[in-house]
Structure formats: C-alpha cells, structure tokens
C-alpha cells in the first residue's frame, strides 16, 4: 500500500465539504445539514455533521469504535446519505456544487476528488491503474456521465453510513481492492493516515536467481508489521508472486549493466534526459519512481524497494 499524499489535502477536504453544504442548504432539499446536525447529535452528541465530514483519519477510527458499541442503530438515519446523495457524488450528478468568483455553479463529485488528489494507480494494491472514464447514458441530462473506477469507503457505508460522505472516508481505488477483495471488511491502515517506515525486500533461495524467477521470492516481513489486515484483505502476496518477472530484470540489468555504462549515458545527456545518475537508472529500469511519486505507476513502491536493495539506487 502507498499512502495518499497531497500539499493541499485540507483544502481539498474544505471544497468537498463546501460542495455538501451548498447543496444541502437549498430549500427543497429534505435531507439537510439541520436533519443531519439532529441525526449525528443522537449518536455523537459532541459533534457536528460538518465534523464527521471533515473527521481525520484517527478520529474516522474513533467514531467507527463508538457506532460499534451502540447495541441500537437506526441506519435508516443516514440512509439518504449513503444511498441517494452518495450516489449521486460519485456519479458527478447535478448535485453537489462550488461557486466560482462570479457565483457561477461549478459541479462537484467523485471526478473532483480523483483528478484533485492526482492518483493513477490505487493506493491499496499499487497494482492497478485507477482511470477516468466518460460513459454515454441515456437517462443523464447531457447524455454523458463521468465515473471513476471505483471509490472505496474504508469503514464500509452499509455498516457506518453516516462516514459515507466522510472525506478522508472516501478511497479512490481499483475494482479488484474494492469489489473483488475489500467488500465489507476493514484493514488496518487508512492511505490517508501517516504509514510508518516499511520495505519490501528480496529472499534469495538458490543459484538459479538470476534467470529464473523460481531462484528468489519477494521478502514481506518489514511490510507486514505494520499493514497485516491489508495485506490479508488485498491479497497481496498472492497478485505480487504474479510479478517476480519485474525484479528478474532489475536483477539482470543490475548484474549487466556496468557503472561505466551508466557513466557514459549520464555524461551524454547530462541537462537534457537527465538530472542525475538516479534518472539514468530510472532510464534503464522501465521507470522506477521516486517515493513522492508511487502514486502515478503500478508497482513503483516494489520496484523502487528492490532496485535500493540490489544498489541500484542510492
Ligand atoms: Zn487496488
């Protein structure tokens, strides 16, 4: 899992909850901020709904332990959110909306969010690419509806639905993380929370390492400290065995690639392909990513561990 960094996730998080507010305030709306104020002071009698909209990710936590203990839950009181407006927020209906300077609507939904965080790839697996679509339907006004992949609610909308428009709630994910393998569960680790240091790393098992991708296996134990439930949930030994072809050529082009090679293609292009040597590397690795950008690759957080560890990078 990588997490999900952005300089401005708090202003982000504002305009999502200013896209809420405006329209939840309108006359005609049944379900609003006041229904909701009334519905979260029965459970949460400290808090607002715009707090458990806004609610980090330690709090998301707490909220989630306290709903547990409620031995009576009515979920038909957030039933609209869940459903209705829930729906419509990842569907980039006509609903939810920001004004600009001019006090002009500019709508708001799951689309915003995605293209604002600028994930490609998603944050549980770092396997699968997370991509806009624009699909034709009849039934929308303009005959065009945009969609993200998928979005996935970390403390699941049918158990918690008053989190089911909770910012730091909402995952934007691959299909295989949410619908094949996350369902109703919870992991461990939210990408939104500050994820201690872990590494995937290489066991070497016999002399056949360097041409066979039986001669080796993915190292997990610095990993697994600290992401358990997410690697159980996600499945991730079992997709990333499907991958050793990957580190077999880092291997290969570790051992064939001399450092006088890698000289001379820096000195070459020096100023114009690359910055430094790291960039050469990256060059004739097919791509590895810097840390700050696991999030635009598949694979970049494994590929970037094992390239450190053969001494590819510094
Ligand atoms: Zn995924």
Redesign the pocket.
């Known amino acids: 899992m990588i997490p999900i960094q952005h300089r401005d996730l708090e202003k982000m998080a504002q305009r999502h909850w200013e896209a809420i507010e405006n329209y939840m305030t309108g006359k005609k709306v049944k379900y609003n901020i006041k229904y909701y104020d009334k519905k979260v002071k029965k459970y949460f009698p400290l808090l607002s709904f715009k707090e458990i909209v806004l609610a980090n990710p330690n709090l998301i936590d707490d909220l989630a332990s306290y709903w547990d203990i409620f031995v009576v839950k009515d979920y038909a009181d957030f039933e609209p959110l869940a459903e209705t407006s829930y729906k419509s927020y990842l569907t980039g209906g006509e609903t939810f909306y920001s004004k600009d300077k001019k006090g002009n609507k500019i709508y708001y939904g799951s689309k915003n969010l995605v293209e604002g965080l600028g994930i490609s790839v998603?944050p549980?697996?770092n396997?699968?690419y997370i991509k806009l679509v624009e699909v034709e339907r009849e039934e929308t006004v303009n005959n065009k509806l945009i969609r993200i992949d998928e979005l996935d609610h970390f403390y699941p909308k049918g158990k918690y639905p008053f989190l089911a428009l909770s910012f730091y709630n909402l995952i934007p994910?691959?299909k295989?993380?949410n619908q094949t393998f996350k369902k109703e569960e919870i992991v461990s680790v939210n990408p939104y929370s500050k994820i201690e240091e872990f590494s995937f790393g290489l066991k070497i098992k016999n002399s056949k390492f360097y041409y066979d991708k039986d001669g080796f296996c993915i190292d997990y134990e610095k990993a697994e400290e600290v992401l358990d439930k997410n690697f159980e949930v996600f499945h991730i030994k079992d997709v990333y065995d499907q991958h050793k072809d990957q580190i077999l050529e880092l291997i290969q082009k570790q051992i064939t690639y001399p450092d006088s090679y890698i000289d001379e293609l820096f000195q070459k292009y020096e100023g114009t392909f690359f910055r430094n040597k790291e960039d050469v590397i990256r060059h004739l690795s097919n791509g590895i990513m810097e840390e700050e950008n696991f999030h635009l690759r598949p694979l970049s957080k494994l590929t970037h561990d094992i390239a450190k560890e053969l001494g590819l990078l510094d």
């Open positions: 998603c549980y697996c396997r699968n994910s691959c295989t993380c």
